[in-house]
């Protein structure tokens, strides 16, 4: 990896030295347009920022605002097209941006036109530029004079429809146009599109944006605009308002063949029609219509159907089509008419793998089954089920086992509804939940030890139909750890005065309730090749959780009288773990332009024990170090606190801790082909939050935690295959607040003692 690593930065450092000629491909009596600036004169409210994507041409793109990188790589290549690697380094790079005069005054008449939507009706855009011959490079400076913009004074309202105005102005704080605002177009545009989705909301079902018009009244010598905003009628007539009759759904058959007598089924304004394969339940697809027979037409409720039938396992493809029947010159009825096909109903896939560990032996397989539609209800049924195996050679006197297997299964059942006891089919419509269930089971064989991993769980899933917020709700969580069989005084000569670790390999029992919130601002990518993904200047995400454990056994305990053994309640003979967690995670990324950003991010953690525990579960505490955390460490070498850990391979199961905060700043940019780059900082630590004999130092407290916080910098290389992204991360230590090690590396650097190197999938935060 570390060879891999300095290639890359070989390559690198070539390319920026190769970007210098950057005119190797530029013909002869042509310009390579250098540099682009846009000057603003006038209102402050407009910025370069905002004007630079109405220019036709822009320059090659710049790396940390100097190296043309992908123009670099262009310039690798040599004149010869018929050779391969000349064709892939022009594929993979970019190619020189020539100078073009008609492009040049396309681009001063698109900023004209762009400041004359915003109100600037007086602005001019001039365009100087300063031609090198020598270098064969341009540079455009496009003067911008916005002058003073036209703004709205007043604003009329003219309805020729009373009904459809009263809805408009029952709520004027959703009108975006107000007094005071610039005569923007764009912001017209904008009301138009907004008014229409809100009538056709509220049954108006054969409305659109047309039928607004907005009128400016403007005086000589004066930059006041009384704006007029008309609502016409339809051909002299009211608006119709629609009503939802009726709804039918059409189920084909696998194959789309037709067939000669379809099966019907009815029930109060809904009709099924099946073909061969009556693969959903009619209640089932009529507790997933949100259009609904007797009530207004709404264009949110066609869109939250297909959105909630498309996300059943079963259904490839969902087509909804509107019947409009008008009854009189202001009221109609809708007749609804929803096509459904469906993908496959089964799926099974395997997995193989062989392993040498110095000589044994051993191999691996995996199988996983799924069924789509268990019980006719788009229930997703899945079975995994992994073994593995691995011979053992030399002397094994004294062990129970001659062999590493494992054999590993899980059996999860998902309902696209919320499944609970006593609950109307309005709110489970109104909620839009999953349900999951599932049980697993892991059976470990160990020359030392055999042990059995098993777990249940029943949680509750649900969104928005934007996916911009996310609920998880664990209902229940079950884990249960079981050692059966173990080589004699097996805990006692492992850890005979390591808590942490004995408790890792003695049977204990974990039974919480958790919850997660997800929300962020991202908005999805266009499903549409033709239109680009929408461009966010700044994306933030926002995850919170909490768990609880132990509390309902506890009561149980205690209700009926039990006694404590060995200083806790168990259950079974096997102790059961009391606790309560919380984590907050924060990440918010600027971006400047589509190939560069900025991202921040924070992490905070806390778990108490508490009750029938004095110590958190092993697995329930947190870590620091590695490729998502302080990435000057490796995985679960660092803290906690001031903790010195000399060998990480003995003390990692010491490195745990109760308390955990993470700080990052990271700077992105694309550099060439799939390559991107990174520079970035980190800081963080883990704290106990008592004080354990074997973590000396790792206890939080508030006069000495600021003085732990470990600092680390470093460099990365990703490669984004968009399908996944494959990092590459070289950390450093800044700052070790370990005990008796070199506290500043950053001064005193040592490469062998401060580096590491990291590999993962996709990007930290």
Partial sequence: MKQLFGRMIMIVAALLIVACSSTRHVPEGKYLLNSVKININGDKEVTGKQLVNYLRQQPNHKVLGFAKLSLGVY???????????????????????????????????????????????????????????????????????????????????????????????????????????????????TERTQITSRLRDCGYYAFNKEYISFVADTAAHSKAVNLTMRVNSREQQPHRHYTINHVTYIIESPDHTEVSEPDTVSMPGFTFIYGDDHYLRSSLLEEKCFIRPGEPYRYSDVN???????????????????????????TGVLNAFITLSRTKKQGVSFEVEGTNSEGDLGFGIGLTYQHRNLARGAEMLTAKFRG??????????????????????????????????????SFKRKVRASTEFALSMNYQERPEYTRIISGLAWKYRWNNPLNTWRHTFDLLDLNLVYLPKSTSDFINNIAPTNPLLRYSYEDH?????????????????????????????????????????????????????QQKREGAYKVFGVQYAQYIKGEADWTHLFNFT??????????????????????????KRFYAGGANSVRGWGVRTLGPGAFDAHNSVTNFINQCGDISLELSVEYRAKLFWV??????????????????????????QFDK?????????????????????????????????????????????????????????????
């Avoid at 239109?531 to 200047?537: D, G, N, R």
């Avoid at 990703?718 to 399908?723: A, I, N, S």
């Fill in 705 to 765: 935690f600021y003085k732990q916080i470990a600092l680390a910098y470093g460099a990365g290389i990703r490669l984004d295959f968009t399908y996944f992204l494959l990092r590459f991360d070289l950390g450093m230590k800044a700052y070790n607040p370990a005990k008796g090690q070199e506290p500043w590396p950053l001064i005193h650097p040592n490469w062998h003692r401060d580096h590491t190197f990291h590999l993962s999938i996709g990007y930290p935060f």
């Fill in 75 to 189: 310039n690798l290549s040599g004149q010869d097209s018929t050779k391969w690697y000349n064709r892939w380094l022009r594929s993979i790079g970019q190619e020189p941006v020539i100078f073009d005069e008609l492009q040049t005054q396309q681009s001063v008449n698109q900023l004209n036109l762009a400041l004359v939507n915003r109100g600037y009706n007086a602005a001019t855009v001039t365009v100087d530029s300063v031609i090198r011959p020598d270098k064969k490079k341009v540079d455009l400076v496009y003067n911008v004079t916005t002058g003073e913009p036209h703004f709205i004074e007043t604003i009329d309202y003219e309805f020729a429809d009373p009904a459809v105005g009263k809805l408009i102005m029952q709520d004027s704080s959703k009108l975006v146009v107000a007094p005071g605002s610039n005569l923007n177009r764009d912001l017209l545009e």
């Fill in 675 to 700: 390559v991107e780059g990174a520079l970035f900082v980190d800081a963080g630590n883990i704290w106990t939050i008592r004080n354990y004999e074997t973590q000396p130092e790792g206890m939080f």
């Fill in 509 to 561: 029992l974990i039974m919480r309730m958790g919850y997660t919130y997800y929300r962020t601002n991202r908005r999805a990518a266009s499903n549409n090749r033709l239109l680009p993904t929408p461009f966010q200047s700044e994306i933030w995400t926002l995850r919170l959780s909490g768990e609880i454990a132990g509390n309902l056994l506890y009561g149980i305990s205690h209700l009926i009288g």
């Fill in 388 to 425: 593995s195996y691995e011979s053992l050679s030399g002397n094994l006197d004294g062990f129970i086992n001659d062999r590493y297997t494992e054999f590993a299964g899980e059996v999860g059942i998902t309902f696209p509804k919320f499944e609970a006891p006593f609950l109307k089919g």
């Fill in 304 to 330: 939250r159907t297909y959105e909630v039938l498309t996300q059943l396992p079963v259904v490839k493809y969902v087509n909804i089509v509107m019947q409009p029947i008008e009854i009189d010159d202001s």
């Fill in 594 to 619: 589509r190939r560069s950003s900025l991202a921040l991010h924070a992490g905070f953690g806390i778990g108490y024990p508490y009750g029938n525990s004095t110590m958190m579960p092993f697995e």
